[in-house]
């Protein structure tokens, strides 16, 4: 093997012929060349491109933003006082979220937000054209991450096999009214009468 064999992996003659072999396969291959912005490209449907907002559910309970590893989305909410719906009810308190943004210049896309939000706020989006020039414009308001919402898409279909959802074993419940008539129907409900005192006490052996 020569020097120049070495450094290759080839042998000789064998090694040359393979090199062309891989030449002309190539040269008979087309070409993949993605013309993107001209064609857009085929993404997967779950494509982890940015973050959208569905500002109704959220309820400003920050735990997306304390489990965030770069702590790159802001909140600001405030308590909004509610009046009692009836005579003698109780006053209710509320979160009214007053800012959410990320900073996409620092979020590195692993998702921990969308999980951890117990109220599906946080969605993934396939769109990825949001490039900036300035850095500094990666930081986006709880509008522009609301526009993102109609790109995301459905949630994959339920196992056939998996338990119903709790909301929808809930809608399967017969109203309220309905399960009082029904009960009014049953036979009632007898008691195990339990043993007088008198009879539950041990019997003292004669003397
Ligand atoms: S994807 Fe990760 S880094 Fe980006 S905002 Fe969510 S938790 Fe933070
Ligand atoms: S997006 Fe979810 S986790 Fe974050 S503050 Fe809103 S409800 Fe809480």
């Not at 036979?187 to 005192?197: D, G, I, K, N, S």
Request: aromatic share 6%; glycine share 6%.
């Amino acid at each position: 093997m020569t020097k120049r064999d070495k450094g290759t992996g080839g042998t000789g003659i064998p090694g040359l012929l393979k090199g062309l072999a891989t030449t002309a396969r190539t040269l008979a291959t087309p070409s993949h060349t993605a013309e993107y912005p001209d064609v857009s490209p085929t993404l997967p449907p779950r494509s982890r491109g940015v973050i959208a907002l569905l500002e109704e559910n959220c309820t400003s309970c920050m735990l997306c933003a304390r489990e965030c590893p770069d702590w790159c989305i802001y909140i600001d909410s405030h308590k909004e006082t509610i009046p009692a719906t009836t005579p003698g009810g109780r006053e209710r308190q509320r979160n009214v979220l007053d800012r959410f943004a990320i900073d996409f210049s620092l979020c590195m896309y692993c998702g921990i937000c969308i999980e951890v939000c117990p109220f599906d706020a946080l969605h993934w989006s396939p769109e990825f054209e949001y490039a900036e020039l300035d850095i500094r414009d990666l930081l986006h308001e709880k509008q522009r991450l609301a526009e993102w919402m109609p790109t995301v898409p459905p949630p994959p279909a339920l196992d056939e096999r998996s338990a119903e959802p709790a909301e929808i074993a809930a809608t399967h419940k017969p109203a309220r009214g309905a399960s009082r008539l029904v009960a009014k129907d049953r036979p009632a409900r007898v008691r195990p009468q339990r043993p007088a005192a008198d009879d539950a006490k041990p019997t003292e052996p004669d003397a």
